[in-house]
């Protein structure tokens, strides 16, 4: 159930020394072929690291041979010296696997401003490409953790092909991308103009959707690589379906793994004039910290989610919405309906239905619970 399940990829996580506690804290996944397509997303913030200045380069093209992902370090705002480091651990992978290093995608995670030490990295380099085999999948998902309490894999199974997937991240999940590292591999025989698209309509319903905290890293990527090695070229319906069911599954792993959270929460606004209204009316409550503390209190308060729809563009009128929180319609026609204290927020999964009344479309954003856990974790570690 790891990245190295499609045929024609191989892994590795290994030890280079970055983290103090000793842990594997560098991972390679290695494109055998024969075929070499690709097809990358970045993060959307303007202030993007080392990795991902050197990664946009690398992945014009559509060909990419293999990524390595180090954490321990974002190797962002770390000078010209730190974008050397990366160009060196993308030699360095080339020279070990005889291709080129500008077929290399180069990923960083941790605190900002960290300097990675570069010969501990060229060895941990190293040491990833003598250890590389079908089996290390999962070593490279322990490999890529920061504050991760669990590592993530995911397998979609085609007909006679697969998708195999790996992330990280527990916080500061918001779009475009969640704080979080992911590497895609597929044995279909995809070209790289189809995987892009499948990519990109995948990311948009998934990461793009999950929203812990509002806040948007510098390092975020998300790459896919096709070996093409079942020999099957699945129609781009098919393996768009399957891309995107991949994705998602890491999505409600990245969630569920959510820095500090009781509560997983899916904000879903129902008969929306548009789909992009509805994202926008769910994320607006997801970016609430009143709405967020409430859950986290087990208070269903159903004001909160009104007072941030209203923060929106959206059509609607503001004298008729209808608001349902675990399934108990808590609010209709912006008013009063079902008692709230019928609503059972001690599980760990909550729901939120938004009903509109303008249109047809709709959209779920998740999100998590400000609590306590959450501020005294990340008021000391920033990524």
């Given at each position: 159930?790891?990245?190295?399940t499609?045929r024609?990829?191989?892994?590795a996580?290994?030890a280079?020394?970055?983290?103090?506690?000793?842990?594997?804290?560098?991972?390679?996944?290695?494109?055998?072929?024969?075929?070499?397509?690709s097809?990358?997303?970045f993060?959307a913030?303007?202030?993007?690291?080392?990795p991902?200045?050197?990664?946009?380069?690398?992945?014009?093209?559509g060909?990419?041979?293999?990524?390595?992902?180090?954490?321990g370090?974002?190797?962002?705002?770390?000078?010209?010296?730190g974008?050397?480091?990366?160009?060196?651990?993308?030699?360095?992978?080339?020279?070990?696997?005889g291709?080129?290093?500008i077929?290399?995608?180069?990923?960083?995670?941790?605190?900002?401003?960290?300097?990675n030490?570069?010969?501990?990295l060229?060895?941990?380099?190293?040491?990833?490409t003598a250890?590389?085999s079908?089996?290390?999948?999962?070593q490279?998902?322990?490999?890529?953790?920061?504050?991760?309490s669990v590592?993530?894999?995911?397998v979609?199974?085609?007909?006679g092909?697969s998708?195999?997937?790996m992330a990280?991240?527990?916080?500061m999940l918001?779009?475009?991308?969640a704080?979080m590292?992911v590497?895609?591999?597929?044995?279909?025989?995809?070209?790289?103009?189809?995987?892009?698209a499948?990519?990109r309509?995948?990311?948009r319903?998934?990461?793009?959707?999950?929203?812990?905290?509002g806040?948007?890293?510098?390092?975020?990527t998300v790459?896919v690589?096709?070996?093409?090695?079942s020999?099957?070229t699945?129609?781009?319906?098919d393996?768009?379906?399957a891309l995107?069911?991949?994705?998602?599954?890491?999505?409600?792993?990245?969630?569920?793994?959510?820095?500090?959270?009781?509560?997983e929460?899916?904000?879903?606004?129902?008969?929306?004039?548009?789909?992009?209204?509805?994202?926008e009316?769910?994320?607006?409550?997801?970016?609430?910290n009143l709405?967020?503390a409430?859950?986290?209190?087990?208070?269903?308060?159903?004001g909160?989610?009104?007072?941030?729809?209203?923060?929106?563009?959206?059509?609607?009128?503001?004298?008729?919405l209808?608001?349902?929180?675990?399934?108990?319609?808590v609010?209709?026609q912006s008013?009063?309906?079902?008692?709230?204290a019928s609503?059972?927020?001690?599980?760990?999964e909550?729901?939120?239905?938004?009903?509109?009344?303008?249109?047809d479309?709709?959209?779920t954003?998740?999100?998590n619970?400000?609590?306590?856990?959450?501020?005294h974790?990340n008021s000391?570690?920033?990524?």
């Amino acid at each position: 159930m790891t990245v190295t399940t499609p045929r024609g990829f191989t892994a590795a996580g290994v030890a280079a020394g970055l983290k103090s506690t000793g842990a594997k804290d560098l991972a390679l996944v290695v494109n055998q072929g024969p075929t070499f397509d690709s097809a990358t997303v970045f993060t959307a913030n303007r202030c993007k690291a080392n990795p991902v200045l050197w990664s946009q380069e690398v992945v014009k093209d559509g060909v990419v041979r293999a990524v390595v992902l180090n954490s321990g370090g974002a190797n962002c705002y770390t000078g010209p010296e730190g974008f050397q480091t990366t160009h060196a651990v993308a030699e360095k992978v080339a020279e070990g696997l005889g291709i080129g290093a500008i077929d290399v995608v180069v990923c960083s995670t941790g605190l900002i401003g960290l300097a990675n030490d570069r010969d501990d990295l060229l060895a941990g380099v190293e040491a990833a490409t003598a250890a590389l085999s079908t089996g290390g999948g999962g070593q490279a998902a322990e490999a890529i953790m920061t504050t991760d309490s669990v590592s993530k894999n995911t397998v979609v199974e085609g007909a006679g092909w697969s998708i195999g997937g790996m992330a990280k991240g527990a916080g500061m999940l918001a779009p475009q991308l969640a704080t979080m590292l992911v590497v895609l591999t597929t044995d279909a025989v995809v070209p790289a103009a189809d995987l892009d698209a499948a990519l990109r309509a995948a990311t948009r319903v998934s990461f793009d959707r999950l929203d812990s905290d509002g806040c948007m890293s510098t390092n975020d990527t998300v790459t896919v690589m096709a070996s093409g090695a079942s020999g099957i070229t699945p129609t781009p319906e098919d393996f768009a379906a399957a891309l995107t069911q991949a994705c998602t599954d890491l999505a409600m792993q990245l969630l569920k793994d959510a820095e500090g959270a009781d509560h997983e929460i899916a904000i879903t606004t129902v008969h929306a004039a548009s789909e992009e209204e509805a994202v926008e009316v769910s994320r607006s409550v997801a970016r609430s910290n009143l709405f967020k503390a409430a859950v986290f209190g087990n208070d269903p308060n159903w004001g909160r989610v009104l007072a941030s729809i209203g923060t929106t563009q959206a059509q609607f009128d503001p004298a008729d919405l209808d608001v349902a929180m675990n399934g108990v319609w808590v609010c209709r026609q912006s008013t009063p309906a079902e008692d709230p204290a019928s609503v059972d927020l001690t599980g760990r999964e909550v729901t939120v239905t938004i009903d509109l009344k303008s249109g047809d479309a709709r959209a779920t954003v998740w999100t998590n619970d400000l609590t306590h856990a959450y501020v005294h974790e990340n008021s000391a570690y920033s990524s």
